[in-house]
T-cell receptor, first 111, second 112 residues
Framework: GQQVMQIPQYQHVQEGEDFTTYCNSS?????IQWYKQRPGGHPVFLIQ?????EVKKQKRLTFQFGEAKKNSSLHITATQTTDVGTYFC???????????FGAGTILRVKS | DAGITQSPRHKVTETGTPVTLRCHQT?????MYWYRQDPGHGLRLIHY???????DKGEVSDGYSVSRSKTEDFLLTLESATSSQTSVYFC???????????FGSGTQLSVL
């Protein structure tokens, strides 16, 4: 079945440093979504990318969708303590009704 | 929060007992999902529903059953709980007009 792999599993950065998490799918995706989960909270939708090579920005967050639509990345510039949490990528399953999640990247920020 | 309520929020039970988790939504969405979250595995789909009495299996459905007799309620049942089912369970809904999911606050289940 379809697999969505995410790396790294865990990253601990100093406040102000940049952070990047990478997502790779075993199949071509029609779109990819990113979610953030704060410690003790539930996943919250951040963004959806649809087009090959698409780049979207949300303040200090930059999201990219690969040209082949099989990989994606989330880059955070100058991390802040409010960025702490787990970041998940997710892609549509085989029949579109399901969403398959990566294992997530846990981000910790030292102030 | 898209009007999603999960109950209970926390439950401790013993191996072999039946457990039912409830997901209630107030906005009449067609699609509802049950995921479990475990360290190192992210969110894995257990079952989902695409309408009243219409359900399908996800990637980790063994040991779980679901029912949806009303649009607003999606129940997840562990017929005979095992320690491997200790997890955080999230319900999610998807609006018909989009593809993103809205998650409930989760249920922490511990099976001793």
């Amino acid at each position: 079945g379809q697999q969505v792999m995410q790396i790294p599993q865990y990253q601990h950065v100093q406040e102000g440093e940049d952070f990047t998490t990478y997502c790779n799918s075993s199949t071509t995706l029609s779109n990819i979504q990113w979610y953030k989960q704060r410690p003790g909270g539930h996943p919250v939708f951040l963004i959806q990318l649809v087009k090959s090579g698409e780049v979207k920005k949300q303040k200090r967050l930059t999201f990219q969708f690969g040209e082949a639509k099989k990989n994606s990345s989330l880059h955070i510039t100058a991390t802040q303590t409010t960025d702490v949490g787990t970041y998940f990528c997710a892609g549509p399953g085989e029949y579109g009704n399901k969403l398959v999640f990566g294992a997530g990247t846990i981000l910790r920020v030292k102030s | 929060d898209a009007g999603i309520t999960q109950s209970p929020r926390h439950k401790v039970t013993e191996t072999g007992t039946p457990v039912t988790l409830r997901c209630h939504q107030t906005e009449n969405h067609r699609y509802m999902y049950w995921y479990r979250q475990d360290p190192g595995h992210g969110l894995r789909l257990i079952h989902y529903s695409y309408g009243v009495k219409d359900t399908d299996k996800g990637e980790v459905s063994d040991g779980y059953s679901v029912s949806r007799s009303k649009t607003e309620d999606f129940l997840l049942t562990l017929e005979s709980a095992t320690s491997s089912q200790t997890s955080v369970y999230f319900c999610a809904i998807r609006q018909s007009t989009g593809e993103k999911l809205f998650f409930g606050s989760g249920t922490q289940l511990s099976v001793l």
